[in-house]
């Protein structure tokens, strides 16, 4: 592999390639192609919820930010780790994620239950529910309501075909309270009502 300090290519099916930039701590990876309308900074996870690529990229403990371009993606990492084993793999990552239909950025939509009264953490549940979880419990006929937010305890009503199921327990452990615990980290459990 060539140094870092020129320009390194590495090509995927997509024509995705990455070159080091002056900070040596981000690297830059271009799509060849356009992937947004629009450029989104990433400095941490909590930042990610419109942006199910940059929520990917932050799922590896060395991810330090991500900014996303209309046709470039940049990664910082964490010092103790080297783009020498990091950009061909990652590379790779991103291209699959484009190729494969995922959405890079999603609109997010205000939940129908918001009201005005609610603290600014209630809102950010009742948007992670509305973008990231509803949609997906949905494909398998369920739905999941925001019930309260208590002392760091978020209580949610599983519907459809999430009440009852065998596995939702594990959907509400392993899933959603993962997910709404790295998004908004005051939280201490999600509990269903």
């Not at 002056?22 to 060849?32: E, I």
């Not at 929520?55 to 990664?75: H, R, S």
């Amino acid at each position: 592999m060539t140094s870092l300090t020129h320009l390194i290519k590495f090509q995927t099916l997509m024509n995705v390639t990455f070159e080091a930039t002056p900070n040596p701590a981000t690297m830059k990876f271009n799509f060849g192609q356009k992937i947004s309308d629009q450029s989104f900074d990433f400095p941490n996870v909590e930042s990610t919820e419109k942006s199910p690529l940059a929520a990917k990229i932050f799922g590896f403990p060395w991810t330090a930010g991500v900014y996303l371009g209309e046709d470039f993606v940049t990664v910082t990492k964490q010092d103790w780790v080297d783009w020498d084993i990091l950009a061909t793999p990652l590379a790779g990552l991103l291209g699959e994620h484009v190729e494969s239909g995922q959405p890079v950025l999603i609109t997010l939509q205000t939940s129908p239950d918001d009201n005005e009264q609610d603290s600014d953490t209630v809102k950010q549940i009742k948007r992670i529910l509305q973008n990231e979880i509803k949609p997906v419990v949905a494909l398998d006929g369920g739905d999941i309501v925001f019930a309260k937010y208590e002392n760091h305890i978020l209580y949610l009503r599983m519907q459809g075909s999430c009440a009852g199921c065998p596995s939702s327990q594990a959907t509400l452990k392993d899933g959603i309270e993962v997910r709404m615990k790295e998004l908004i980290p005051e939280i201490k459990e999600v509990v269903s009502i």
